[in-house]
């Protein structure tokens, strides 16, 4: 498989999968500076414009979500879904809201270009992100996480997810003291062999 990717973005949510999940797989720098995201050939992998992009023998996907639970369902052995319908809709709820809501909330830091032409509405935009960041953290810290991973002691696909959008929190100015269980959770994927391999390969924001 290979994964097409942007260091620092949310690309490195699947790297993390697929080092746990323990398939082979190859990482394929795309090069924001240049923009090659807009442009042909990456645009005939993923007409969005955007990383991931995972490119298997099954088929071209992209959205981090539905990438996630591929790579889950390839390696059932890992056990990187529950089997447990209740625990399995909590798994996905969180992934929702990852993708819905906190995920373009810091997009709103670099990218308000996407829903305003006025590069004063860009910097108003980019100003509340502390705030609406801060809100969707303590959503996480009280709501959503387990002790120390999202559904308790077993990882799931989610978590890789939600490590990679913790590492965005500081830089948003998100006070991470304040988050005792979102720290223990950055503790917890830390010290997983998959977080050492997708940091060493440069995908992981520091
Ligand atoms: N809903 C998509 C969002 C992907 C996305 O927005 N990726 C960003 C990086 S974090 C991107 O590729 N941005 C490139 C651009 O805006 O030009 C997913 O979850 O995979």
Aim: charged share 20%.
């Amino acid at each position: 498989m290979k994964l097409y990717y942007s260091p620092g973005t949310i690309a490195s949510a699947s790297a993390l999968a697929l080092e746990e999940a323990r398939l082979p797989w190859e990482p394929v720098r795309v090069d924001f500076e240049a923009e090659e995201q807009r442009q042909e050939p990456y645009l005939s992998l993923n007409p969005k414009g955007r990383v991931p992009v995972l490119v298997t023998t099954d088929g071209t996907f992209s959205e981090t979500g539905a990438i996630l639970e591929y790579i889950a369902a390839r390696a059932p052995e890992a056990g990187l879904t529950p089997a447990d319908p209740v625990a399995l809709t909590r798994m996905r709820a969180a992934m929702y809201y990852f993708a819905s809501t906190m995920h373009p909330n810091h997009a709103h830091k670099r990218r308000g270009h996407r829903w305003s032409d006025d590069p004063a509405a860009w910097v108003s935009m980019a100003a509340k992100v502390p705030d609406t960041m801060t809100d969707c953290a303590a959503y996480v810290e009280e709501h959503l996480l387990g002790d120390p991973f999202l559904l308790g002691d077993r990882l799931c696909v989610a978590d890789c997810y939600l490590y990679t959008i913790s590492t965005w929190l500081a830089g948003d100015g998100v006070d991470l003291d304040a988050l005792p269980r979102l720290r223990a959770f950055q503790q917890a994927m830390a010290a997983r062999p998959s977080v050492a391999r997708v940091t060493e390969l440069g995908m992981i924001a520091r």
